[in-house]
């Protein structure tokens, strides 16, 4: 097999994935097919023996790309990511008067939820690159700091500040508060049910689930990333866990012996896409923790 038809194979191979990244950044399946399609361009046109990890190249020069095209859209006016008709003239590098189809579009948010597009197109550029290549999709802090001409430490906190914004923008009118609640009660009942597939679905299916080093030692993982793989892990469990609300978010609380033990936060937009787990004492002093679920706080 020739080098550029293996090459070929490999980039098929990684094709869903580099799609997936693309339409969470860009929030159009037609602009995300363009930009796996200029992704595939670079990389043809690049030193295949040179790249070491090709599923990570792929997956940084995608995003890559996606951030060019939306830090383009800063400086020229464009319609909504949702409106029908035509793109804006140039928009995705393709045909300016091929129309959106809607079936495509509607397949995207059906995949990827219209709450989470809603909220993601609130960041900025640089910041949905760093939530959506890190928190999404695993991509090291290393690797993206040289994407975007930052430190480490400096795309740790846009990481940081990102999240902050998508937990607070998640309560937008796309996706209210009770509609949170409601998300974060049936994740609960279905974990202490051992309903698995009720899991999967209540999920996004790149969720990250994030615990402090005190919970680690209390039996949860201190990172897991993926639906089934965090469906699998609270499948059975939550027994001791009642709905709260932390730091005004929907969320649950482990007490023991009248004192709260584990606290647990859920990004919500129409799925759960993110848990933070708190065991650390001090870390739950700091916490505004409200057990119950009533509307009022």
């Given amino acids: 097999m020739r080098d550029t038809d293996l090459?070929?194979?490999?980039?098929?191979e990684n094709r869903s994935r580099l799609r997936a990244v693309?339409?969470?950044?860009?929030?159009?399946?037609?602009?995300?097919?363009d930009a796996v399609q200029d992704t595939w361009l670079r990389l043809s046109r690049a030193d295949g023996d040179a790249i070491e990890n090709l599923p990570g190249w792929l997956t940084t020069t995608v995003g890559?790309?996606?951030?060019?095209?939306?830090r383009a859209r800063a400086v020229r006016p464009e319609q909504p990511w949702d409106t029908a008709g035509p793109e804006p003239a140039g928009a995705g590098g393709g045909d300016p008067a091929e129309p959106v189809d809607p079936e495509r579009e509607a397949v995207l948010t059906e995949s990827v939820g219209r709450a989470l597009l809603v909220v993601l197109d609130t960041l900025a550029p640089t910041e949905r690159f760093v939530f959506v290549l890190h928190d999404m999709f695993a991509v090291s802090f290393d690797e993206i700091a040289g994407v975007v001409d930052?430190?480490?430490a400096a795309v740790r906190q846009?990481?940081?500040r990102a999240r902050r914004r998508v937990q607070r923008d998640s309560a937008a009118p796309e996706t209210d508060r009770t509609r949170q609640r409601q998300v974060v009660e049936a994740f609960l009942a279905a974990s202490r049910e051992g309903r698995f597939d009720d899991l999967v679905s209540l999920l996004d299916p790149h969720v990250v689930m994030r615990a402090?080093?005190?919970?680690?030692?209390?039996g949860s993982t201190p990172e897991a990333r993926g639906s089934a793989v965090i469906a699998g892990f609270f499948n059975g469990r939550a027994q001791g866990a009642t709905p709260a609300y932390v730091d005004g978010a929907p969320g649950a609380l482990v007490v023991f012996d009248?004192?709260?033990?584990?606290a647990l936060s859920f990004i919500v937009t129409d799925r759960i896409i993110g848990i933070e787990v708190v065991a650390d004492p001090t870390q739950l002093a700091a916490l505004e923790l409200v057990p119950g679920v009533a509307e009022s706080r």
């Fill in 7 to 12: 090459l070929a194979r490999r980039f098929e």
């Fill in 22 to 33: 693309a339409q969470r950044m860009l929030g159009s399946d037609a602009e995300a097919e």
């Fill in 64 to 70: 890559r790309v996606c951030l060019d095209r939306l």
């Fill in 150 to 152: 930052r430190s480490p």
């Fill in 158 to 160: 846009i990481a940081s």
């Fill in 212 to 218: 402090d080093p005190v919970a680690a030692t209390m």
């Fill in 258 to 262: 009248g004192q709260v033990r584990l």
